[in-house]
T-cell receptor
Framework: DAGVIQSPRHEVTEMGQEVTLRCKPISGHDYLFWYRQTMMRGLELLIYFNNNVPIDDSGMPEDRFSAKMPNASFSTLKIQPSEPRDSAVYFC????????????FGQGTRLTVV | SQQGEEDPQALSIQEGENATMNCSYKTSINNLQWYRQNSGRGLVHLILIRSNEREKHSGRLRVTLDTSKKSSSLLITASRAADTASYFCATDFLSGNTPLVFGKGTRLSVIA
């Protein structure tokens, strides 16, 4: 397996534009997590899915953020409209179980909103 | 916040020395994991220690867990320049439905 695959690796967009981040988890993993990493706040959990169903989205900062998992092999994180304070590295991770086993991280998407 | 906290925030050592990083947390856990992050990359799992374990080894890594003090330490022996990275602890809490919660990490620099 190629691991967790995220795209794009880098995204630069203007304030107000819609941004879509994509993730392909490892095949067979039941859990998918979206994290955001900044220097100030560290690694924050935004939302996670179990068997394609969103379980906890309490970390999603605002209604501007939405996430979907239409099938077991694909998830998106959308920001609409984007703001400069959304600039961060966004990571997708997947695991076999919630917390009981290791999580595998993608390489991240570095988002810059200007 | 339930977030674990690593200590120190930054550590700089010479190659060949040992590096010790600490993690403290606030509520009971199922297990604790350590991850490593190289600059610009995703996190990579290093080791998992369960709440009923006190010590675990993996190569040059040694992890201890003291549930009475709600703390863990990661020891890297005979450090190498390639060990330069940020190290994070992640906790899986007993209560609630929250998955892994990460600390802000310790930035380790190993000078050749």
């Amino acid at each position: 397996d190629a691991g967790v695959i995220q795209s794009p690796r880098h995204e630069v967009t203007e304030m107000g534009q819609e941004v879509t981040l994509r993730c392909k988890p490892i095949s067979g993993h039941d859990y998918l997590f979206w994290y955001r990493q900044t220097m100030m706040r560290g690694l924050e959990l935004l939302i996670y899915f179990n068997n394609n169903v969103p379980i906890d989205d309490s970390g999603m900062p605002e209604d501007r953020f939405s996430a979907k998992m239409p099938n077991a092999s694909f998830s998106t994180l959308k920001i609409q409209p984007s703001e400069p304070r959304d600039s961060a590295v966004y990571f997708c991770a997947s695991s076999l179980a919630k917390g009981l086993t290791e999580a595998f991280f993608g390489q991240g998407t570095r988002l810059t909103v200007v | 916040s339930q977030q674990g906290e690593e200590d120190p925030q930054a550590l700089s050592i010479q190659e060949g020395e040992n590096a010790t990083m600490n993690c403290s947390y606030k509520t009971s856990i199922n297990n604790l994991q350590w991850y490593r992050q190289n600059s610009g990359r995703g996190l990579v799992h290093l080791i998992l220690i369960r709440s009923n374990e006190r010590e675990k080894h993996s190569g040059r890594l040694r992890v201890t867990l003291d549930t009475s003090k709600k703390s863990s330490s990661l020891l890297i022996t005979a450090s190498r320049a390639a060990d330069t990275a940020s190290y994070f602890c992640a906790t899986d809490f007993l209560s609630g439905n929250t998955p892994l919660v990460f600390g802000k990490g310790t930035r380790l620099s190993v000078i050749a």
